[in-house]
């Protein structure tokens, strides 16, 4: 039974450019949610997917995007990269259901220079 | 607005001790809270998830109570192993906020053959 998967594992970008990271969730989990981890701190949480739509959003610009496939894997896409987006980003997956738990990947180190 | 913090923010302990890992939250209104062990530069494996009508959950050498009213949680690691050293978060699954949680800084401990 394969957990989250994510990819790649590492990325290094320049200022300007787009990314586009990749989530494979648990198998049998419907709710994909992504976070952004800078050194020393706490995950901060971008959005959540549910049924191919973004449910939640936490306080991230609109140059974060997202997707959800049918097949419940998610893309999260960073337009105009900026230095202060360098961090760890993590997918979660989870079921609907509230009292469900998360379970995380192993994150997309992303490095912009 | 739901506040998370852990305390402490590290800790060093020889091998073999018994340990207590704290963590406070502002607002008692919550689902459930979860313990995650994060190793340095991954992502994050979920350790207890304790409902908000449950007072404590144990796995293995772990136990993790939780005190709405005084909102506390504590992790208990008992006869602690050089395997144990990691980053400790707790985050709590806020009331209406559904899959969004909030997340403690984290405390990280050291264990010493």
């Known amino acids: 039974d394969a957990g989250v998967t994510q990819s790649p594992t590492h990325l290094i970008k320049t200022r300007g450019q787009q990314v586009t990271l990749r989530c494979s969730p648990k198998s049998g989990h419907d709710t994909v949610s992504w976070y952004q981890q800078a050194l020393g701190q706490g995950p901060q949480f971008i959005f959540q997917y549910y049924e191919e739509e973004e449910r939640q959003r936490g306080n991230f610009p609109d140059r974060f995007s997202g997707h959800q496939f049918p097949n419940y894997s998610s893309e999260l896409n960073v337009n105009a990269l900026l230095l202060g987006d360098s961090a760890l980003y993590l997918c979660a997956s989870s079921l609907r259901r509230y009292n469900s738990p998360l379970h995380f990947g192993n994150g997309t180190r992303l490095t912009v220079t | 607005k739901q506040e998370v913090t852990q305390i402490p923010a590290a800790l060093s302990v020889p091998e073999g001790e018994n340990l207590v890992l704290n963590c406070s939250f502002t607002d008692s209104a919550i689902y459930n809270l979860q313990w995650f062990r994060q190793d340095p530069g991954k992502g994050l494996t979920s350790l207890l998830l304790?409902?908000?009508s449950q007072r404590e959950q144990t796995s293995g050498r772990l136990n993790a109570s939780l005190d709405k009213s005084s909102g506390r949680s504590t992790l208990y690691i008992a006869a602690s192993q050089p395997g144990d050293s990691a980053t400790y978060l707790c985050?709590?699954?806020?009331?209406?906020?559904?899959?969004?949680?909030?997340w403690g800084l984290g405390t990280s401990l050291g264990v010493n053959p």
């Open positions: 304790i409902q908000s």
């Open positions: 985050a709590v699954n806020n009331a209406g906020n559904n899959r969004k949680l909030i």
